[in-house]
Structure formats: structure tokens, C-alpha cells
């Protein structure tokens, strides 16, 4: 049974870095593609960042390209989402999710079947 855990969220100042960290377990990493999505209050979940398996492509929200990076360490069974110049508007649960294989769909929520119990980002002077 595949279990995510995230971490590295906190609370921040607006122009500030944040690394979040999220360590996948139960399964053989490399055979998953990984994204980010995350939830304000009050709104839907909605999609941040992907990486394919292999992590030969990666595909972000066009709101947040250039600021905020997906990476993932196939060897550490780990995939990080840095977020660099934060804003007040990034404040939100951030998920991590997982699903076996590449495939058409990464940038949408139900592609994912596996999911981390999420961390509290919180952008606030």
C-alpha cells in the first residue's frame, strides 16, 4: 500500500522560501508519477506541480511556473516542491499525490489515487 508523508510547511513571510518534502512509501518509487496539488479555505483542491516517473517532464500551473519547482530523488523516495517570493495567496494545505505510471492527466486531481494527509503552508507578515 503506497503511504505519502509531507513535510516543511510552516508559517512565512510573503517573499520568502519554503521547501516542502513528501516521502513515498509501500510501492517501487520510479513506477510513479508524483504531483502537488493544494487547498485554500473555502476553495478546491487545485493543481501545483507534476512530475512524470522518470522525471524526464515536469508540468506546473501556469499561475505558478517560475516560482515554484518540482523535483524528485528516485535513490530517496522523496519528491520536494520549493516555492520561492511566497505570497499571502499561496496559503493552503499542500498535498502530495501519486499515481502508477505515466499518462495523460497529471495536471488533474482525479488522475491521483494516492494521497498524503497534507502540510499547512501559511503566507503572513
Known amino acids: 500500500q503506497v503511504h505519502l508523508v509531507e513535510s516543511g510547511g510552516?508559517?512565512?513571510?510573503p517573499g520568502e522560501s519554503l521547501r516542502l518534502s513528501c516521502v513515498f512509501s509501500g510501492a517501487t518509487f520510479s513506477d510513479y508519477a508524483m504531483a502537488?496539488?493544494?487547498?485554500?479555505?473555502?476553495?478546491?483542491?487545485?493543481?501545483?506541480?507534476?512530475?512524470?516517473?522518470q522525471a524526464t517532464m515536469t508540468y506546473y500551473?501556469?499561475?505558478?511556473?517560475?516560482?515554484?519547482?518540482?523535483?524528485?530523488?528516485?535513490?530517496?523516495?522523496?519528491?520536494?516542491?520549493q516555492m520561492n517570493r511566497l505570497k499571502p495567496e499561496d496559503t493552503a494545505?499542500?498535498?502530495?499525490?501519486?499515481?502508477?505510471?505515466?499518462?495523460?492527466?497529471?495536471?488533474?486531481?482525479?488522475?491521483?489515487?494516492?494521497?498524503?494527509?497534507g502540510t499547512q503552508v501559511t503566507v503572513s507578515s
Do not use: H
Open 10 to 13: 510552516g508559517l512565512v513571510q
Open 36 to 53: 502537488w496539488f493544494r487547498q485554500a479555505p473555502g476553495k478546491e483542491r487545485e493543481f501545483v506541480a507534476a512530475s512524470s516517473v
Open 61 to 81: 500551473s501556469d499561475s505558478l511556473k517560475g516560482r515554484f519547482t518540482i523535483s524528485r530523488d528516485n535513490t530517496k523516495n522523496t519528491v520536494a516542491l
Open 93 to 117: 494545505v499542500y498535498y502530495c499525490a501519486a499515481v502508477f505510471g505515466d499518462g495523460n492527466g497529471k495536471c488533474t486531481l482525479t488522475f491521483y489515487n494516492y494521497w498524503g494527509q
